[in-house]
């Protein structure tokens, strides 16, 4: 069966660090996988995008990486900030296609001072 | 531009009660979607619409209608709403058009079926 998984669990890092956030999928071909953040109370807002034939896309101090053979996506925020504490999703091109996409539970990050 | 809305933002409804949440958009998108989001399950799709007129199921659509009223609005009701649909609703809407698929989401409802 199709499967998204990220660490459910939060991850606790330090101000000025780099946060990595972990995307692993089973049975899926997915054309394009995306990333958005969502804050508590708060709809999910679209961050990034990475197409199957790219390896890596930044966006100022966000840098996404794709690995089709592995099946991975890494998300890493540089110089972290409190601000970037957040729950980050994300969510995969579904093959039903009309821009369908399923998200995974996404990782609550924690940015501490 | 508003982007999506959502009403009501807040309800409480009794055990086979029914309702409707309503969703807007101003971006001229042509595809619109509803979700559920609940602990540890994440955003589940209920039902989308590829454009005006047409709509589809999607993971979760036991107990839901839906209605694209027009290329703006997207309706989702719940005739007779049980415990289990205790969740937080969000419509987003894409444009339908790009590969890209990127999602604008509202702000939410958060329902309550005692």
């Known amino acids: 069966s199709q499967k998204i998984e990220q660490n459910s669990e939060a991850l606790n890092i330090q101000e000025g660090k780099t946060a990595t956030l972990t995307c692993n999928y089973t049975n899926y071909s997915p054309a394009y996988l995306q990333w958005y953040r969502q804050d508590p109370g708060r709809g999910p807002v679209f961050l990034l995008l990475?197409?199957?034939?790219?390896k890596e896309k930044r966006k100022e101090r966000l840098k996404v990486t794709f690995d089709t053979t592995l099946k991975q996506s890494l998300f890493h925020i540089t110089a972290s900030q409190p601000a970037d504490s957040a729950t980050y999703l994300c969510a995969l091109e579904n093959s039903g296609g009309y821009q369908k996409v399923t998200f995974g539970i996404g990782t609550k990050l924690q940015v501490i001072p | 531009n508003a982007g999506v809305t959502q009403t009501p933002k807040f309800q409480v409804l009794k055990t086979g009660q029914s309702m409707t949440l309503q969703c807007a958009q101003d971006?001229?998108?042509?595809?619109m979607y509803w979700y559920r989001q609940d602990p540890g399950m994440g955003l589940r799709l209920i039902y989308y619409s590829a454009s005006e007129g047409t709509t589809d199921k999607g993971e979760v659509p036991n107990g839901y209608n839906v209605s694209r009223l027009n290329k703006r609005e997207f309706s989702l009701r719940l005739e007779s709403a049980a415990p289990s649909q205790t969740s937080v609703y969000f419509c987003?809407?894409?444009?339908?058009?790009?590969?890209?698929?990127?999602?604008?989401f509202g702000p939410g409802t958060r329902l309550t079926v005692l």
């Open positions: 987003a809407s894409s444009s339908g058009t790009q590969l890209s698929g990127e999602q604008f």
């Open positions: 990475i197409r199957e034939n790219e």
């Open positions: 971006m001229n998108h042509n595809s």
